[in-house]
Each structure stands twice: as structure tokens, then as C-alpha cells.
């Protein structure tokens, strides 16, 4: 008699390659008499089917009447079933069919779609690959303008369907694809390449000066720098109040008017986020000059400094009516501004300032000193002697 004792078993191979099935028979002969078998089994070999194909040896097939099948050059028309029938003098065994079967392949279904985010935002990349042709695992792998990338604390999921930038930046923006891989058979296919576009919110890089003082009749301007994803808007306020009309870097005051005094500032934005200007102050007088030799301006006074001449400290007197913005600026006989003593608003009433001509380095000589308060000027002289 003959058995088969190691069925053949299924094959998965590409086209054109070479592969083979093969069985195990065990014959025997009168177990009672301890008899070697007198006849060597017979093979042949089938592929299954409706009916089933005798296979024959030739330049595709070889061992057709043996225990091991060999297939050649494999074809589409070879992915089926085969079994092989073993016949001896005391009886017939037939195999189980073993499958051959192409390795599979992955289809993208779904291929990963642009994304446009504002800087420190978090972006996502995904595709949809599917198995075809057979069963198996996949693998991914996404890259980032052509080069492989890694988890780390920006990307998560590198080696997954699913790719997350965190707080993506303008390094992070670019070409985005993924390589889907079938495992067994390493057929891969790579999905199309989609963009990640990285906004930037504005950064004002040039500021409004900080104070502006000047007459009414002149035309004065304020401007901002700002860098930022396009496109930019702007909004100009004085004194936390809209300016209508005023939207571009460039605020301009045609012909400016005491009431044109106050803090201005402009606010930058784009569709990722806003910025803030400093604030500049506007001071504008009506160009009213009281001389030297006078004291009073509708209530503002600027007494002479005691003492005068000095070598050493001087104090300087001055008197609002109402609270006000008050400026007292220290200049030479040219005019030139040595240094600016008062900037600020103080309280009505009467105020005092020093002034150490040693601190500022002040030379025997004449100098002038200035306030400007609520539009009105008036100027004092004063002999520093060393």
C-alpha cells in the first residue's frame, strides 16, 4: 500500500517566476512478513478545476508523474489549484488541492489632501490603502519632500495611515506623501503628494516713533513695518477709538489740528492673529511762542531759575492751570536740545524741577530752556558759570 504523509501545501509567487509543490509517500509492503514493497507508486499530478486538468511534462510543467511538481515561468492562467493522485498495486491516495497565488498588491484609495494652517497649529495627513489579490500586512512609510521622516516631538504616526504634525512652523510646510507596503511580497505603492501650507501671524518690525510734537497746519505721518503671511491688514486708533478710513501702514494727517493730539497706534492682522504698534503721542501746539522775558500764558507759568547764574544746581519753577501734558527741554544758544527735563502729565498747580549743569557735562555759557504745555510755549534763559 501507499499513503501520502506530508500533503502539499499553497505557493504564492509573482509572474514569471518559478515554483513547486511536492508530497511525501510512504509505501510498505505484508507488515506480517516484514516485506519491503514490491512496487513503486504512481504519481500524477492535476490542476483542479471543472473538470480537472492531467497535467504532462514539458517546457512549463516538470515531475507531472512524480512527487514534486515543478511550474516554470508562472502565467495568470497558473493561479489555481493543484493535487496529485498516488496509485499502488493495494489501493489509491489522492493530496489536498494547494492554492498558487500571486502575492498581493495595495491600492490607494484615498490619497492625502492639501492642508493650510496658521503657524503652531496642528496638521493631519491621511491615505486609505487597501489589499488586493490576496491578504497580508500593511507597512507605511511618509515622507516630507522626498525624504523619510520619524516620530519625534513634531511628527507622530510616521509609520502609520494617519501623519500628525504638532505645532507645525515654517519648516514643517512643504510636499507630503506616503509609501504603502504589503507584507508578504513587499509590493508597495507610493500615494500622490499634497502640500502643507504654514501661515505666519504679522511681527511689527518697524514701530511708529515714539512722540511727535509739531504746529497746526502741517501735514504729519505715522507709519508701521510688518512682516506675515499675506494678506495684511491694518487699522490705525487714536486714544483706543477707531480711525475710520485709516487701514493702511501709513497713517497721514493732512493738515493737523490741536484736537489731532492724543496716542496713536496701529493693529496688524491676518487671518492667523493680530499685533499691537506701541503707542506714539501726537502733540500739537498752535505755535504761540511767549519770549524770554515773559512768564505767563493763559494761566501756564515758567518762573526763572534760582539760582542764575549757577555753577552747581539749579531749580526750576512751573504752574499749570489743569491737569496737562507738560514738556521742559534744556537747548543751546543754537538751539540744539542738551536734555529734556519734564515729560509728563502733572496735576494742576505749582511744580519744580532741578537741573545739575555738572550731570550733563553743561559749559560756561548761555543756554535756553522750554515748556511746552496745552499749545502754548514759553522760554527762559539761563547763565551756567564754571
Given at each position: 500500500p501507499a499513503r501520502i504523509t506530508r500533503q502539499p501545501y499553497a505557493k504564492v509567487a509573482d509572474l514569471k517566476n518559478n515554483v513547486i509543490f511536492e508530497v511525501e509517500v510512504h509505501a510498505w509492503g505484508d507488515t506480517l512478513m516484514n516485506d519491503p514493497p514490491l512496487f513503486s507508486p504512481e504519481y500524477q499530478w492535476y490542476k483542479?478545476?471543472?473538470?480537472?486538468?492531467?497535467?504532462?511534462?514539458?517546457?512549463?510543467?516538470?515531475?507531472?508523474?512524480?512527487?514534486?511538481?515543478?511550474?516554470?515561468?508562472?502565467?495568470?492562467?497558473?493561479?489555481?489549484?493543484?493535487?496529485?493522485?498516488?496509485?499502488?498495486?493495494?489501493?489509491?491516495?489522492?493530496?489536498?488541492?494547494?492554492?498558487?497565488?500571486?502575492?498581493?498588491?495595495?491600492?490607494?484609495?484615498?490619497?492625502?489632501?492639501?492642508?493650510?494652517?496658521?503657524?503652531?497649529?496642528?496638521?493631519?495627513?491621511?491615505?486609505?490603502?487597501?489589499?488586493?489579490?490576496?491578504?497580508?500586512?500593511?507597512?507605511?512609510?511618509?515622507?516630507?519632500?522626498?525624504?523619510?521622516?520619524?516620530?519625534?516631538?513634531?511628527?507622530?504616526?510616521?509609520?502609520?495611515?494617519?501623519?500628525?504634525?504638532?505645532?507645525?512652523?515654517?519648516?514643517?510646510?512643504?510636499?507630503?506623501?506616503?509609501?504603502?507596503?504589503?507584507?508578504?511580497?513587499?509590493?508597495?505603492?507610493?500615494?500622490?503628494?499634497?502640500?502643507?501650507?504654514?501661515?505666519?501671524?504679522?511681527?511689527?518690525?518697524?514701530?511708529?516713533?515714539?512722540?511727535?510734537?509739531?504746529?497746526?497746519?502741517?501735514?504729519?505721518?505715522?507709519?508701521?513695518?510688518?512682516?506675515?503671511?499675506?494678506?495684511?491688514?491694518?487699522?490705525?486708533?487714536?486714544?483706543?477709538?477707531?480711525?475710520?478710513?485709516?487701514?493702511?501702514?501709513?497713517?497721514?494727517i493732512a493738515v493737523a489740528k490741536v484736537e489731532d493730539s492724543g496716542k496713536y497706534y496701529c493693529i496688524v492682522k491676518n487671518a492667523c492673529g493680530e499685533v499691537k504698534s506701541n503707542e506714539s503721542t501726537v502733540s500739537i501746539t498752535t505755535g504761540g511762542v511767549v519770549g524770554v522775558d515773559e512768564t505767563n500764558a493763559n494761566g501756564f507759568e515758567l518762573n526763572q531759575n534760582t539760582p542764575n547764574p549757577f555753577g552747581g544746581s539749579t531749580e526750576i519753577t512751573f504752574v499749570t492751570p489743569t491737569a496737562t501734558s507738560v514738556r521742559i527741554v534744556v537747548t543751546d544758544i543754537f538751539g540744539k536740545e542738551i536734555v529734556e527735563l519734564v515729560n509728563r502729565t502733572v496735576e494742576a498747580g505749582s511744580h519744580s524741577v532741578k537741573l545739575n549743569a555738572q550731570d550733563f557735562k553743561l559749559s560756561t555759557g548761555v543756554y535756553y530752556y522750554t515748556m511746552t504745555a496745552d499749545g502754548y510755549s514759553i522760554t527762559k534763559k539761563m547763565l551756567v558759570v564754571k
Open positions: 483542479a478545476g471543472t473538470p480537472p486538468v492531467k497535467l504532462q511534462d514539458n517546457s512549463h510543467y516538470s515531475g507531472t508523474k512524480s512527487n514534486v511538481l515543478g511550474i516554470r515561468n508562472v502565467a495568470e492562467t497558473d493561479y489555481a489549484g493543484y493535487y496529485v493522485t498516488v496509485r499502488s498495486q493495494c489501493n489509491n491516495d489522492t493530496s489536498d488541492v494547494a492554492t498558487l497565488s500571486p502575492y498581493p498588491s495595495v491600492n490607494i484609495a484615498t490619497q492625502p489632501a492639501d492642508v493650510t494652517k496658521c503657524e503652531g497649529e496642528d496638521a493631519q495627513f491621511t491615505i486609505d490603502a487597501t489589499i488586493t489579490g490576496g491578504t497580508g500586512e500593511l507597512k507605511y512609510q511618509w515622507f516630507q519632500n522626498g525624504t523619510a521622516i520619524n516620530d519625534n516631538t513634531v511628527y507622530t504616526g510616521t509609520q502609520t495611515n494617519t501623519l500628525t504634525v504638532t505645532g507645525a512652523t515654517v519648516a514643517n510646510a512643504g510636499q507630503y506623501k506616503c509609501t504603502a507596503t504589503v507584507v508578504p511580497g513587499d509590493k508597495n505603492a507610493t500615494s500622490s503628494e499634497a502640500t502643507l501650507t504654514v501661515n505666519v501671524k504679522p511681527t511689527i518690525t518697524t514701530q511708529p516713533v515714539a512722540t511727535l510734537t509739531d504746529t497746526v497746519g502741517v501735514s504729519i505721518e505715522l507709519s508701521v513695518a510688518a512682516t506675515g503671511t499675506a494678506t495684511l491688514q491694518y487699522q490705525w486708533y487714536k486714544d483706543n477709538t477707531i480711525i475710520d478710513g485709516s487701514t493702511t501702514s501709513t497713517l497721514t
